[in-house]
């Protein structure tokens, strides 16, 4: 299925906003559900509709998984460069060290299609151009030690990632089999990536709001996917919020930010680093191809030190910038990035923050 064709049925179905709802009402169960496919097909045979195993391939500069050594000798001591001349006198230039890179692999599980409530068991271009997004960032030291939520996780690629370096990353979605099939790709990568931070697949439903319902502490393997008070305690400390692939519904992208309001008002301030896929769609009203989705999502969210499209004034809400992915090399190798793509770095301003 072509790239325009795919994304032309991912926006028509998700036209109803009854069919968006991660709760599909039992009389819309009976009819058969719309199934959508993503572009990110790496090995996929076709006609195939179980779970597939693909194996994506990360080229990442291997002096990132050394940086504590970069700058110490073996004691600890700052390592000084050299001034060396030779014997009239002339500086001797040392050649630059060419920078090397290793590769790891990627073990994910996922559909290769789905219908739109199921989509989190697929893989998605923007969660890949996420995936290089963290991969710099680790590159700089900038995510060491933090604590991180992802929402809408899916398959949990991205917040494998961040497991490398964090202190605790929680992967949330919606529905048994999604968070299931995050849980399997945890742990089939768990030897690969040798994390650092505790990885922890958790229930969040949008529509619920923030904060999920908790268990008690001591509650065994049977609730695995519940919050235990401790737990939204930690993601309320969050420094940084991850999500991709979230922007196509109106009615979830309501229910996502209502969710990340809550969420980003309390305990320490957050950033959300929000990547998407501006899916283009013909319309009636608009005689032209557009992209309603994101067009919606910008209604939420200002330019730093502007106003959002329906904002007449300064006021308490979420405020961004759109970074350059040119800026941003492609690390997992063999997919598109394409021109679709983007990742905002939003922030959400505090009505208290204002006086």
């Known amino acids: 299925m072509g790239s325009r064709v795919e994304s032309s049925a991912f926006s028509m179905a998700s036209g109803d906003s009854k069919e968006n709802r991660w709760d599909v009402e039992e009389e819309q169960e009976l009819e058969p559900e719309e199934e959508v496919m993503s572009e990110v097909h790496i090995g996929c045979p076709p006609g195939f509709s179980g779970p ?12 990132c998984d050394s940086r504590e050594n970069q700058l110490s000798g073996e004691d600890g001591s700052l390592k000084h460069q050299m001034v060396c001349v030779d ?54 030291s900038k995510l060491d030690d933090i604590i991180s939520v992802e929402l809408g996780a899916g398959t949990g690629l991205v917040g494998m990632l961040l497991a490398r370096v964090a202190k605790k990353v929680f992967l949330t979605d919606h529905g048994d089999d999604i968070l299931g099939n995050c849980l399997k790709n945890v742990h089939l990568n768990r030897g690969l990536l040798n994390h650092k931070a505790a990885l922890c697949v958790r229930e969040l439903d949008w529509f619920r709001q923030w904060p999920p319902e908790v268990r008690p502490e001591n509650v065994g393997s049977e609730e695995r996917f519940s919050w235990t008070c401790s737990e939204v305690e930690e993601a309320e400390s969050a420094a940084l919020i991850f999500a991709a692939d979230v922007i196509y519904s109106d009615d ?53 030190g502007g106003r959002s499209i329906l ?45």
């Open 52 to 63: 597939h195993i693909s194996r994506f391939t990360v080229s990442f500069p291997a002096d």
């Open 87 to 140: 014997e009239d006198g002339d500086l001797v230039l040392t050649r630059r060290r060419k920078l090397s890179t290793h590769c790891f692999t990627l073990i994910i599980q996922h559909s290769i299609t789905s219908s739109i409530p199921r989509v989190g068991l697929q893989v998605w271009k923007a969660e890949l151009a996420l995936s290089d997004f963290v991969l710099q960032m680790i590159s700089t």
């Open 252 to 304: 979830l992208t309501d229910a996502l930010f209502s969710t990340l309001k809550r969420l980003m008002s309390r305990g320490t301030e957050k950033i959300l680093y929000l990547a998407l896929e501006k899916r283009y769609n013909f319309s009636l009203n608009d005689m032209d191809v557009v992209a309603n989705g994101y067009s919606y999502f910008r209604h939420y969210v200002r330019d730093e």
């Open 311 to 355: 904002d007449h004034e300064e006021s308490p809400g979420f405020v961004g910038r759109c970074i350059d992915l040119t800026q941003v090399p492609q690390y997992v190798l063999s997919y598109d990035r394409g021109n679709d793509v983007e990742i905002w770095e939003i922030k959400y301003i505090r009505e208290n923050s204002l006086s």
